[in-house]
């Protein structure tokens, strides 16, 4: 990958997006570790060495902020999501999980309107539709009102 990498550098000037792949090699290696390791710490090394070289790609920032969130560090996972959020808005897969970090931190209504975005976007998703749950559940035991503004 490295090497592809290296050498679709000579076309950036037709297409920018192709300085991204510079970081794909240590994202992929990121990931790997991420989810068959649970070395959350390499892979965030990893995933900021991807950004360093690759540039703004919203997968490296989504990952390491699934990286963040993992060793509870849910204001630099806020931050990356959000960058993967300006960087391909919408993506369901980035509201989702910006939805569980927000629950997380105690934000509830913040939460629930990601996860209620990331619904009318994709679709029923049973995962989206159980964290939406939980949020509702949540804000019904600490305020019913609010439960009955942010629900069905």
Same mark, same amino acid.
């Given at each position: ?67 963040? #969130? ?28 910006? #939805? ?53």
């Amino acid at each position: 990958m490295n090497q592809y990498a290296m050498r679709a550098q000579a076309f950036v000037q037709q297409n920018p997006r192709l300085a991204a792949l510079k970081g794909f090699a240590d994202a992929e290696r990121a990931d790997w570790v991420f989810r068959k390791n649970d070395r959350y710490v390499a892979a965030i090394d990893l995933l900021t060495r991807a950004i360093a070289e690759g540039g703004d790609h919203a997968s490296f920032y989504r990952l390491r902020g699934d990286s963040f #969130a993992s060793l509870n560090r849910y204001r630099d996972a806020i931050e990356d999501l959000e960058r993967a959020d300006q960087l391909w808005p919408q993506s369901p897969a980035t509201l989702e999980l910006l #939805a569980k970090v927000l629950l997380w931190m105690g934000k509830r209504d913040e939460a629930l309107n990601k996860i209620n975005l990331a619904l009318a976007l994709a679709g029923s998703n049973p995962d989206e539709e159980q964290i939406r749950t939980s949020i509702l559940m949540q804000l019904k035991q600490n305020s019913p009102g609010k439960a009955a503004a942010g629900g069905d």
